[in-house]
């Protein structure tokens, strides 16, 4: 066989083989996005820029503690954030009761901003009396397991150089 015919076999069997992975962690961590590449320093000493975090998906409000991390979209970011919960309260939102979670980047000083919501953003009062913002639990996406640390800063790098 000539050799670039090995070579394209090797490049196809590699392509199979790590879309199978990735459709395998899928299924068995229940989320779309079974891995994320960390953007900011926000989470440092914990996640560094370039980390990949391993997901799991989360079903149920019940399937998140205090000092989890969670993974959450939040509308008009471009990446999911990746940030720890610091108090759970529930709130009322289109008339029943939801369970929200205030989060913030272990290196970040103040919580996250309110979650924009139709009814307005999304805010509760901490036991210290301070008023901090709320990711609603239907927002949350799934929860931090194990971190591969720096594999992801050369896809980050290649995303930011063409503009992704």
């Not at 079974?34 to 000493?45: D, T």
């Not at 975090?53 to 149920?60: N, P």
């Not at 289109?94 to 999304?122: A, H, K, M, S």
Request: hydrophobic residues 40%; contains cysteine; aromatic residues 8%.
């Amino acid at each position: 066989m000539e050799e670039w015919k090995k070579d394209l076999a090797w490049v196809i069997l590699t392509i199979i083989i790590v879309a199978g992975i990735h459709s395998g962690l899928r299924i068995a961590l229940h989320t779309g996005s079974p891995l994320v590449i960390v953007v900011s320093g926000s989470m440092e000493p914990v996640f560094y820029r370039g980390d990949v975090v391993l997901l799991k998906g989360v079903t149920d409000p019940s399937q998140v503690a205090l000092n989890d991390v969670i993974v959450y979209d939040r509308p008009g970011y471009p990446y999911p954030i990746i940030h720890r919960v610091r108090y759970i309260s529930t709130v009322k939102l289109n008339g029943r009761e939801e369970t929200c979670f205030v989060t913030w980047g272990d290196n970040n000083p103040i919580p996250d901003p309110p979650y924009p919501t139709p009814q307005g953003p999304l805010e509760v009062r901490m036991p210290n009396g301070m008023i901090a913002g709320c990711v609603p639990s239907y927002a949350v996406e799934a929860k931090a397991e194990l971190v591969f640390p720096k594999i992801g800063l050369i896809p980050l790098w290649i995303r930011e150089k063409i503009g992704l």
